[in-house]
């Protein structure tokens, strides 16, 4: 619970290929998505409770991004 609420908040992290990059990127680079859930408990007489989620997604690469969009390689 946050806030003193009864609130809580659930949450999911998935790692899968980024079907808009190349296929010689894409044993590389990962697309990354977070997705939260919570309910908002009823407020009122006439007010049902509600589902909220959001999501974010970013991009994971081996070694770091810089190295795919600048040219750099690593020595490793």
């Given at each position: 619970?946050?806030?003193?609420?009864?609130?809580?908040?659930?949450?999911?992290?998935?790692?899968?290929?980024?079907?808009?990059?190349?296929?010689?990127?894409s044993?590389?680079v990962?697309?990354?998505?977070?997705?939260?859930?919570?309910?908002?408990?009823?407020?009122?007489?006439?007010?049902?409770?509600?589902?909220?989620?959001?999501?974010?997604?970013?991009?994971?690469?081996?070694?770091g991004?810089?190295?795919?969009?600048?040219?750099?390689?690593?020595?490793?």
């Amino acid at each position: 619970s946050t806030n003193g609420s009864s609130v809580i908040y659930y949450g999911t992290i998935t790692v899968g290929p980024n079907a808009n990059l190349p296929s010689t990127f894409s044993s590389l680079v990962r697309l990354v998505t977070v997705s939260v859930t919570w309910t908002t408990p009823k407020s009122g007489l006439f007010q049902n409770s509600e589902v909220h989620t959001r999501s974010m997604q970013t991009q994971s690469a081996c070694y770091g991004l810089q190295n795919y969009l600048y040219g750099v390689t690593n020595s490793i």
